[in-house]
């Protein structure tokens, strides 16, 4: 009987787990089933190349077929998975001009997720994208760069979607956009189009962008939009993008703008549907629920990445936060576990960091009060904002951090922290005490680096620790 | 009776306890005995002021007297103490002018610490410094600065020894240095001398500089030194300074460097002498014995700051690392404890963080791995260098960690880190998992930030955990 490691899916939690499996246990076979033809690229780096950031596309590519195919693994691309069987441990695969039956001795859905434009009409016209997909960057970058600028590698290489990239590669660049969505993809953009000189418009249904990272860095990033020209549509939805073929505008609740690009961020969702024919449970979240290994409700059958659940260290309940790291960790634990040496797939905390202009902004674990008190808890929350360095030292920068605790044990449940001075690395200290199970006592008691160039006296984690530790008691 | 809290020590310990029991204890009176003139003062700005990063000296005060005395803290500049009584509770004090005796109710000794230049002959010379006071820092940085460019600011500002200032100010600037020593304080005024167009000659008696930051942080320090053209003397000893009243150079182990100036920071000593008559203990190290609330063995009495030992987390022995954060957090946990409520000045891991350059270094925990068996572990170190940065994006540096681990129960002891972007900042991290009592299994799986501009998907933090645990089976 044949028992290759079948991964359905070529990218992070895929090829990490294929990747760790073939080092611990090389003669085990290991198939890679890719519906694409890119494998293993950075999403959170597409914004970036379309802003000009980085030159060409495949450095995106954390590793290329080839060195892929070093590691011994059968990448298959092209290969489409549309069916899976676990009474028979088998999958259905589909290519170009073939379909076949594939059996697994281990599996691995790794399939990720997709943007969501759904609610939009007009979301297939040319000139709206979204930011989900090597091949939609490659055409926005084509289309932002005048003619004459165009990297000829960009549009020459063999993996992009050529046809698509000369569509736009020809015309004049566009001079204003619309993104429609607040969350980090639509900042990220907005960013990238705002150095390509564009007119942009941010359309946002709250009132708050960036909304999981919570009001106070909602606040500072508005403003920051705001210092760079962005044209703020706060608590305004988007109900079309209208145009002749061609983008020519938007409809939102404050009436129409014209634009010539639509770029949607308004949400990814799980890519689920070959566990809907069968008894694979997801959870409440939609995505695949798993567990501390990585494991489905079915034997032999691992589900990791944006197609995933994760069990929420504050909460202990599964949670769906679709991040990069989670992906390479979760597939390179399972790898080490089908080899034979169980290996948990760690909890998450949900730490997140994203750019916006000069702001750092990032989160970690629970900030959201009312799903604190869903958990059981009685959140308490503070907001501070002290200096990034010693207040006489050049380039102090006001940095506002945000702790949430609960009230009865002081626990550390979640924070958020922005800043245009090295605030988004600080997330990590918030990060590791919340996995810690440390209490904002604790925290406040924590000796960390004091030099004048890099962090005053008191860092701005342990002035929220302190002012949080006093409101406990109130 | 009367039962003031008498403080002996104008500085950051000493005031933070001042300053804590009157908010708590608006009556309770509160006398602080500063034998010098300057209070309050950031010791670690000192070398950036000396650069001019710094404008005026008096950006280097946290709080002015005049600030101190709307605290009703009763604060008395050249008020020396020269005995304690504890049988008595009273301090002999001495001013210029007058003895008194002064009853306490509780006593806090932050009297700090005081550079050794001792074993160096000719330190006594003019134009040999070491950078521990304020009329130090003022008069090399008038030495430093071209008459017609002194900030008349400087020599007016009614704290300063103006005579001192005024032998340097109306002299040509030097052209070269001696600094003799390589630790924090010789590598930060390196860098003032720099940019001040010295000719930098750096003397160590050891082969790696900083080494309280492990072999790692020395290495790329070194290299960084010697790419801004400091001329390194590596295991050389100095023996004396030289001049006919002025230095003209220093004779050490490779004999004659004539220079200018001569910069002594080859350690500090906490300034104990006042408890030497006492019963009052003094630990190992020489600074004097505290408890979990920074009381001395005698009732009523307490300590704090660079005179102070405090308990250190990992080795849960008494440690003498005299840092600022250290001593703030002690005197504001005494001012509390004295106005009635016990508060614990906290453990230390010796975090600290030193800049050299665009270098940027920091240390936590028992990095050596003599002192880590000493206290009863059998330690396992690893050193990787990772991306600080995803590798596509701009700016990505390499960032290299030390990490040391107990082998038996993989508990993080100790950690190093050095590189150019964010990396000192980084430190945070590994003190929140010792002082959280972390191994580095689960070190491995934090949830921490990924975001390209800031950190890659595996945080160099978390490479170096990897290796390390690989290596505890070993």
Redesign the interface.
Known sequence: MSDPFVIIGGD?AGLSAASKLKREDPDRETIVLERGKWVSY?H??MP?YVKG??GSIT??LSLSPEAISERNIDLRRGHEVTAVDPDARTVRVRTETDQYTLPYGDLLIATGAHAISDPIEGADLEGAFTMHGMDAAAALRAFLTPPEEIDPETVDDEYVDRDRVETYANREPPESVAVIGGGYVGIEMVEAFQAHDLDVHLFHKYDGVLMPFGEAVGDRVNETLREHGVRLHLETEVHEIVGDERVEGVIADDGRTSVDVALVGIGIQPNTEIVEETDIECGDSGAIATDEFGRTNREHVYAAGDCAEMRH?VTGEPAWVP????A??AGRAIGQTVAGDPT?V??????????AFEM?C?R?GTIDLERARDAGFDPVRETVTASSR?????GAAETTVTLVADRGTGRLLGGTIVGSD?A??????L???I????TVG??E???????????P???P?LVAAKVLNGSLDD
Chains 1, 2 share one sequence.
């Open positions: 992070a950075a959170c780096g970036y950031d980085i450095k995106l260290a991040l990069g790291l989670t390479n960790r948990p760690g909890d998450i905390v949900g730490t997140a960091a994203v750019k750092e990032a970690t010693s207040g006489y030292y050049p090295r988004a690395i600080r997330i990590d200290t990060a590791t005490a996995e810690g199970g440390m604790e925290m008691r924590l000796d960390l680096a004091y030099a004048p160039p890099f962090s006296v008191w860092d984690v």
